[in-house]
Structures are given as C-alpha cells and as structure tokens.
C-alpha cells in the first residue's frame, strides 16, 4: 500500500459512494486506475466492505451509555464475551487496563430499557457490578473497523 492507496481509502471513508472520478481527481489518478487501486484493495482485504451508517435513532435507539463492567474473580475475555453478546442493546465492548474489566457501548430506545438491560447485565453469572454514564450528546464519532 502507497500514498495514493491511503488517499483513495481517505476519500472512501469520507464518502464511500463518491465516484472514481471524484476520487482520481483528488488523489491525482485516472479513474480506470482509481478502480484498478480499488478492486486490488478489496482483493486483498485491505478494504473488507462498503457500507452505511444510520443515526442509531432512527432505528429508535437513541439513548447510549458506557458501562464499566467489574467482575468476581478472574474472568476470560470469552467469557464475557458470551455474557455480553446474550444482551442485543450491547453494541461494542473490549476489555480494558485499570480496576474495571471491561468497558460496554450500550444503545436502547430510552432509560426504562437501558436500566432492564442494565439489570440483566448486573445480574449475569461473575458480573460483581457495572458503573454507567448515559451519553448526554455526542461530541466526534470516528469509525475504524
């Protein structure tokens, strides 16, 4: 990968519907040789997918929080792995350095259904306690996958 795959794979993370033209003019390509780049990414695995995001709230999940998970013991990640992928309103998670085990991404269509959520968390096999923060308004949002 070069300078000018960084730059056509910045452009499609800005926009991955903009056109090989649109992407050749900013990367300083044809835009036969911007798709030649592309399908070599995609082949390779460097790209994985072209996809969308939709604003969670139209899908009505538009109360977060982010949940510090401590637990009993010594607890493998696949573990709770298996404990948190039980509970669908769990949207990203990854254990963590410090005190707490893990921290949880949660999303739900208001507070009622965070705290059910929550309470099916709290009450998981080797789950000690949960600290929560309910996301009042997002300030950056970057996705790398």
Known sequence: MD???AGIIDMLRL???A???DIGDAVGLSASAVKRRVDRLVATGVI???TIQV???VDGLG???YVELFCRGNVAPHELKRILSAIPEVVDAGTVSGSADAVVHMRSRDIHSLEVAL????TAT???NTRSSIVLSRLIHRRYE
């Not at 309470?119 to 709290?122: F, K, S």
């Open 55 to 57: 604003d969670p709230a």
């Open 3 to 5: 300078k000018l795959d």
């Open 15 to 17: 926009n991955a519907r």
């Open 48 to 50: 994985r997918s072209f």
């Open 63 to 65: 109360t977060e929080a």
């Open 126 to 128: 080797n789950v000690d």
């Open 119 to 122: 309470e099916r968390l709290r």
């Open 19 to 21: 056109g090989y033209g």
